[in-house]
């Protein structure tokens, strides 16, 4: 069997039981060796074998799981977060597909719940915004062109941008276009959740100063939004006066 597990954002403490299981019991480990704390590999057992994929291609990563599997032995493919987010999965999985080859995808705690958790605010407030829009600007891989951040600025909704750190003059630029104010609230998390996180809170106005004092450069979530500073309305699911399902109000 060939598992595909979230390992979380970091933390080692943050995998489920379920992809915790899976690597007490594998045979072959392929993890994402530039974001995968290499703290998860202590919890495998002795002669497993470990490869990082930071080095592999995606037909040498195959190629491993194949004969692995073939032999019944248990493969573990682990990436960082949740795997359905910016993963690369699909690639893998219409390659093992290809080969009748049986798997399973094993979620995870994505960094951008981790970073909104690491600075201790909500994504979803009344009246402030319902919608998590989770996207990033443009690099080596492209973003169709109705998916500009600026165009999804506009509709001023919480934000939260992976792989996107290096552009933050774009990312803020196009940030201060769509939202059409500078005074936005934005919080950058490095590392969530790892031993040398660094939590830079700011507006489109300062950040990208805020960023670069730090030298931050990679592994971090830029969440934006003004659930992150400001008034809201308290929810309507424990207000006194409203009933519903499982609770009779005083209305
Ligand atoms: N599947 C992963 C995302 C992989 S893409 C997930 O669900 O989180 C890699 C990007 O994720 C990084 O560029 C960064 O933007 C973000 N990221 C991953 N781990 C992070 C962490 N611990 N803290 C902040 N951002 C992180």
Request: include cysteine; proline fraction near 3%; hydrophobic fraction near 35%.
């Amino acid at each position: 069997m060939i598992s595909f597990v979230g390992a979380g954002p970091g933390d080692v403490d943050l995998i489920t039981i379920k992809g915790r299981r899976r690597l007490e019991k594998a045979d072959v480990v392929i993890y994402a060796g530039s974001l995968v704390s290499e703290k998860h590999l202590d919890f495998c057992k002795k002669g497993c074998c470990l490869y990082n994929s930071a080095s592999m291609t995606l037909e040498e990563v195959i190629e491993k799981m194949e004969e692995a599997s073939k032999k019944g032995l248990h493969v573990v493919r682990l990436h960082t977060g949740d795997p359905t987010i910016y993963g690369a999965i699909r690639e893998q999985m219409d390659l093992l597909e290809e080969k009748g080859l049986d798997y399973e995808i094993i979620p995870g705690v994505s960094s951008f719940t981790a970073a909104c958790s690491s600075i201790k605010r909500e994504f979803t407030l009344p009246e402030v915004s319902q919608t998590v829009i989770l996207t990033r600007i443009e690099g080596r891989t492209g973003v169709p062109q109705k998916e500009d951040l600026e165009k999804l600025a506009s509709h001023k909704a919480s934000m939260a941008l992976f792989l996107s750190i290096k552009e933050i003059d774009r990312v803020v630029e196009k940030l201060k276009k769509g939202y059409g104010r500078e005074d936005v609230p934005v919080a950058v998390v490095y590392k969530a959740t790892w031993e040398d996180e660094k939590i830079i809170k700011g507006t489109l106005l300062d950040i990208k100063d805020k960023v670069e004092k730090e030298g931050i450069t990679k592994m971090a979530q830029i969440l934006v939004g003004d659930f992150i500073n400001g008034d809201y309305e308290r929810s309507k699911l424990y207000d006194p006066e409203f009933s519903h399902e499982y609770r009779r109000g005083s209305k």
